[in-house]
Nanobody, 123 residues
């Protein structure tokens, strides 16, 4: 397992942008897949985006395609989530996850999770 710490959340108006970061500790970072998930109040956790260990493959939830971009910097042990054109429905706690997964969208395949960072989008 690796330890994950998210940052970059905050308050933004609709139409605005935020970039989340997730810093990882551990020497296995470059060999594991990474994902972003989110959970809004009263709702189940949902998949946002995932990226393979090499960064060559990315996958997005349909509602995030074209607005969110996931990337990773293995030299810095960090994964990013660039979020553009935010709307109030994007308000949630965003979690970073890591693991050797077969399906980037399956949360139960990840074995390491961060503590989450709050994103609030006002209308």
């Amino acid at each position: 397992q690796v330890q994950l710490v998210e940052s970059g959340g905050g308050f933004v108006q609709a139409g605005g942008s935020l970039r989340l970061s997730c810093a990882a500790s551990g020497r296995t970072f470059s060999t594991i897949a990474l994902g972003w998930f989110r959970q809004a109040p009263g709702k189940e956790r949902e998949f946002v985006a995932g990226i393979s260990w090499s960064g060559s493959m990315t996958y997005y939830a349909d509602s995030m395609k074209g607005r969110f971009t996931i990337s990773r910097d293995n030299a810095k042990n960090t994964v990013y989530l660039q979020m553009n054109s935010l709307n109030p429905e994007d308000t949630a706690v965003y979690y970073c996850a890591a693991g050797r997964v077969r399906n980037l969208a399956r949360d139960y395949e990840y074995d390491s999770w961060g503590q989450g960072t709050q994103v609030t989008v006002s209308a």
